[in-house]
């Protein structure tokens, strides 16, 4: 069966650090990979996805990057961090064409 | 711009008390609705995908509808475990991949 793995579950960084996220999916080949944020009262934002290794797509212009070194492994970035970068982070994988999507357990971002 | 706009923002219920949830959506053209379940503190679980309208899902104490406009996820029975945030997603034509959600409906079933 397919899982996702996603950590750490919590980070607290100060502003002006940097980041690393990591998210690894297993039991699937070439699926599209996602990162969303969920900030308080908002709904969940796409920041970036990708189709295939080294093809990221974002949504978003921000603080942010990611990137894909391997089939299933989805990387977010960031080489200083804002306060506005606070928030859940999820990362989320589907089968190619196919429209489901299944989450990890998310992140919980703290910038001070 | 597409729009996912949800219903009420929260809702409390007694145990055994059924109700529905609502999903509005304005968007240029719907290649699918999605229901998730998110508990606090966790990601998101897939419940439905809905495409045309009309069309019906159901799980357990839960029924999604679909119609040109909207959603709802009806709740029979609710029971205390049924309490989470729903969130509800369309996807758009275009080729994106992208998902629009909404706010999501925090629901509450007091034993």
């Known amino acids: 069966s397919q899982t996702i793995h996603q950590w750490p579950a919590t980070l607290v960084q100060p502003v002006g650090s940097p980041l690393s996220l990591e998210c690894t999916v297993e039991g699937t080949s070439n699926p599209n990979l996602y990162w969303y944020r969920q900030a308080a009262g908002r709904g969940l934002q796409l920041l970036f996805y990708?189709?295939?290794?080294?093809?990221i797509s974002s949504e978003v212009p921000q603080n942010l990057s990611a990137s894909r070194p391997q089939d299933r492994q989805f990387i977010l970035s960031s080489k200083k961090l804002l306060l506005s970068d606070s928030g859940f982070y999820l990362c989320?994988?589907?089968?190619?064409?196919?429209?489901?999507?299944?989450f990890g357990s998310g992140t919980q971002l703290s910038v001070l | 711009e597409d729009q996912v706009t949800q219903s009420p923002e929260a809702l409390r219920l007694q145990e055994g008390e059924s109700s529905s949830l609502n999903c509005s959506y304005t968007v240029s053209g719907l290649r699918g609705l999605f229901w998730y379940r998110q508990d606090p503190g966790k990601g998101p679980e897939f419940l439905f995908t809905?495409?045309?309208a009309g069309e019906e899902k159901e799980k357990e104490r839960l029924k999604a509808t679909l119609t040109k406009k909207e959603s709802f996820l009806h709740i029979t029975a609710p029971k205390p475990e049924d309490s989470a945030t729903y969130l509800c997603?369309?996807?758009?034509?275009?080729?994106?991949?992208?998902?629009?959600f909404g706010k999501g409906t925090k629901l509450t079933v007091n034993p």
């Open positions: 997603a369309v996807r758009v034509q275009g080729g994106s991949e992208k998902l629009v």
């Open positions: 990708s189709v295939g290794i080294g093809q």
């Open positions: 809905l495409y045309s």
């Open positions: 989320a994988w589907s089968v190619l064409r196919s429209e489901k999507l299944f």
